[in-house]
């Protein structure tokens, strides 16, 4: 079946850090690709997409490219900030009603 | 602008009881869906629903019921308590699933234990 695989955390990195989350994903057809992210005590939020391969999905600073020869959809940020903090997950959707989301990776940022 | 709202956001209850948790959207969308989230296991769809009196189950179901009599609301009963259902609950929604690039909203989540 479809699946998920994400980098275990905890990632502990210092501000400004260059910052890469793993994800790959096991899929039957063409998945949409999707990285969310959960600050504490919220729901998770989306932070980018990528609908098909070689699309790039980007925001505020973080970007994750759609590989589907690697079938990869790695995220990524420059410089982070304290204020990225979360735990991130990786998901796919391939067009029924379901969305399948990895175990999830918990970033620390320093000051 | 209040999107997906959950209630309670905390529950206890002991082995046995029966509870609702409530999940209610402003947003129109006619997908709503709820999942559990447990520590190392990312999260996994209980049960989920395309349209009012439509539900269908998701990869853990059993312990739990939906009904969706209204486009707004989506409840979660379970329906005798056990502690393998500590956890925590999300409620999401979205446009139609045939839409692939719509995502999903989440409520800030219920924090379910069971003792």
């Known amino acids: 079946g479809d699946s998920v695989t994400q980098m275990e955390g905890p990632v502990t990195l210092s501000e400004e850090a260059f910052l890469t989350i793993n994800c790959t994903y096991t899929?039957?057809?063409?998945?949409?690709l999707f990285w969310y992210v959960q600050y504490p005590g919220e729901g998770l939020q989306l932070l980018l997409k990528?609908?098909?391969?070689?699309d790039k999905g980007s925001n505020k600073g973080f970007e994750a490219t759609y590989r589907k020869e690697t079938t990869s959809f790695h995220l990524e940020k420059g410089s982070v900030q304290v204020s990225d903090s979360a735990v991130y997950f990786c998901a796919l959707e391939t067009g029924g009603f379901k969305t399948i989301f990895g175990a999830g990776t918990r970033l620390f940022v320093k000051a | 602008n209040a999107g997906v709202t959950q209630t309670p956001k905390f529950q206890v209850l002991k082995t046995g009881q029966s509870m609702t948790l409530q999940c209610a959207q402003d947003?129109?969308?006619?997908?709503m869906s709820w999942y559990r989230q447990d520590p190392g296991m990312g999260l996994r769809l209980i049960h989920y629903s395309v349209g009012a009196g439509i539900t269908d189950q998701g990869e853990v179901p059993n312990g739990y019921n939906v009904s969706r009599s209204t486009t707004e609301d989506f409840p979660l009963r379970l329906l005798s308590a056990a502690p393998s259902q500590t956890s925590v609950y999300f409620c999401?929604?979205?446009?139609?699933?045939?839409?692939?690039?719509?995502?999903?909203?989440f409520g800030n989540g219920t924090r379910l234990t069971v003792t």
């Open positions: 947003m129109n969308h006619e997908y």
């Open positions: 899929a039957t057809g063409y998945p949409s």
């Open positions: 990528a609908t098909k391969a070689d």
């Open positions: 999401a929604s979205s446009y139609p699933r045939g839409e692939r690039n719509s995502p999903l909203h």
